[in-house]
């Protein structure tokens, strides 16, 4: 199977070569001797089971994306529901990040890498397709590349769940090192599974967890400052 990476002024993303007319040679060399062993086919499995459970309701959205995040080795897992027909950065994004990610200089992640990475295939794109890219794919959008450097992140990948009118829902994975091409290609067989395991969401689960996370993160004002009103 031939896979190719896409650069920055092109559709950016991992695709099947026989499946895309814009794909071009490989844009970002690849470091093997640098990477961990990829994960068992058994972590790969599992973040199926985990999204089946979590789109029934079954376990938090949250928990689902700190599970899968361990199974991958990824340091940041996000559920990104993208409006494309919006300005840029006009996203609602239940993000989990990992000790290795977080910093006291580093804001949580609350915007989507995926209009940058898939660029201008974001809407045409086929649900379960895998997308790749790094710090090249977000010149001129500095907020993004800013958030790229400050969580250390060298590679996101970009997994379509679906389209719905002008919005699009991703599973965004973000490593502080570089993927394996074998986890890609097992991501990219399983990327379909992942799709139609979300086609099958319980009704507004997304939206019910978006609102339950906002509350968790009201802050409730202390007895002095209630006094101080």
Same mark, same amino acid.
């Given at each position: 199977?031939?896979?190719?990476?896409?650069?920055?002024?092109? =559709?950016s993303g991992l695709t099947r070569a026989a499946e895309s007319e814009?794909?071009?040679?490989?844009?970002?060399?690849?470091?093997? $001797?640098?990477?961990?062993?990829?994960?068992?086919?058994?972590?790969?499995?599992?973040?199926?089971?985990?999204?089946?459970?979590?789109?029934?309701? =079954?376990? %938090?959205?949250?928990?689902?994306?700190?599970?899968?995040?361990?199974?991958?080795?990824?340091?940041?897992? $996000?559920?990104?529901?993208?409006?494309? =027909?919006?300005?840029? @950065?006009? $996203?609602?994004?239940?993000?989990? @990040? =990992?000790?290795?990610?977080?910093?006291?200089?580093?804001?949580?992640?609350?915007?989507?890498?995926?209009?940058?990475?898939?660029?201008?295939?974001?809407? %045409?794109?086929?649900?379960?397709?895998?997308?790749?890219?790094?710090?090249?794919?977000? *010149?001129?959008?500095?907020?993004?590349?800013?958030?790229?450097?400050? *969580?250390?992140?060298?590679?996101?990948?970009v997994i379509k769940l679906r389209r719905e009118g002008g919005c699009?829902?991703?599973?965004?994975?973000?490593?502080?090192?570089?993927?394996?091409?074998?986890?890609?290609?097992?991501?990219?067989?399983?990327?379909?599974?992942?799709?139609?395991?979300?086609?099958?969401?319980?009704?507004?689960?997304?939206?019910?967890?978006?609102?339950?996370?906002? *509350? %968790?993160?009201?802050?409730?004002?202390?007895? @002095?400052?209630?006094?101080?009103?």
């Amino acid at each position: 199977m031939q896979w190719c990476r896409v650069g920055p002024n092109t =559709s950016s993303g991992l695709t099947r070569a026989a499946e895309s007319e814009d794909v071009v040679s490989i844009a970002h060399p690849r470091w093997n $001797a640098f990477h961990p062993e990829p994960k068992s086919l058994a972590g790969l499995f599992e973040i199926v089971a985990i999204l089946s459970q979590a789109s029934q309701g =079954s376990i %938090a959205l949250i928990e689902m994306l700190r599970r899968m995040g361990g199974a991958l080795g990824a340091d940041a897992t $996000a559920i990104c529901r993208v409006d494309l =027909s919006a300005p840029q @950065d006009a $996203a609602k994004v239940i993000c989990y @990040d =990992s000790a290795a990610m977080r910093s006291e200089y580093a804001d949580p992640i609350k915007v989507s890498f995926a209009p940058g990475v898939i660029g201008k295939n974001a809407k %045409a794109a086929k649900a379960g397709s895998v997308w790749c890219g790094r710090l090249d794919n977000f *010149r001129g959008q500095v907020r993004l590349a800013g958030i790229f450097r400050s *969580r250390r992140i060298t590679e996101t990948v970009v997994i379509k769940l679906r389209r719905e009118g002008g919005c699009c829902d991703f599973l965004e994975l973000h490593f502080s090192r570089s993927v394996p091409d074998e986890l890609l290609a097992h991501l990219e067989n399983m990327g379909p599974v992942l799709a139609e395991c979300w086609r099958g969401r319980s009704l507004g689960i997304f939206s019910d967890a978006l609102l339950s996370r906002r *509350r %968790a993160h009201t802050v409730t004002p202390t007895s @002095d400052e209630i006094l101080s009103m």
